[in-house]
Nanobody, 127 residues
């Protein structure tokens, strides 16, 4: 599994960005997909996750109602639409994939449950 994140940039507070993550090998149909972020000097933290089979999504409380995760299995691509951005959203954003063990197994939200990672894409929100 290979993941390639893109779409980061510099934006003013209140603005929007859309991150993309291109996957390889029909990844989205067989994996839970997630976005994490890491600010300088901080731990990498969960942002959002999606299981396309069933359409289940999860969000961190800090981004709920502002960010939307989605995926396109035909394009094998993952997206993160980020609206109403705040300076505290500044971080490197990473996409990740976790093989689905069972459809009854919950969509993971901890970093150690994700086996595959893309490189980060930097998001900087100015005040």
């Amino acid at each position: 599994v290979q993941l390639q994140a893109s779409g980061g940039g510099l934006v003013q507070a209140g603005g929007s960005l859309r991150l993309s993550c291109a996957a390889s090998g029909r990844t989205l149909s067989s994996h839970d997909m997630g976005w994490f972020r890491q600010a300088p000097g901080k731990e990498r933290e969960f942002v959002a996750a999606i299981r396309l089979t069933g359409g289940r999504t999860l969000y961190a409380d800090s981004v709920k109602a502002r960010f939307t995760i989605s995926g396109d299995s035909a394009k094998d691509s993952l997206y993160l639409q980020m609206n109403t951005l705040k300076p505290e959203d500044t971080a490197a954003y990473y996409c990740a994939a976790a093989p689905i063990k069972s459809l009854r197994y919950p969509t993971p939200r901890t970093r150690n449950e994700y086996a595959y990672w893309g490189q980060g894409t930097q998001v900087t929100v100015s005040s």
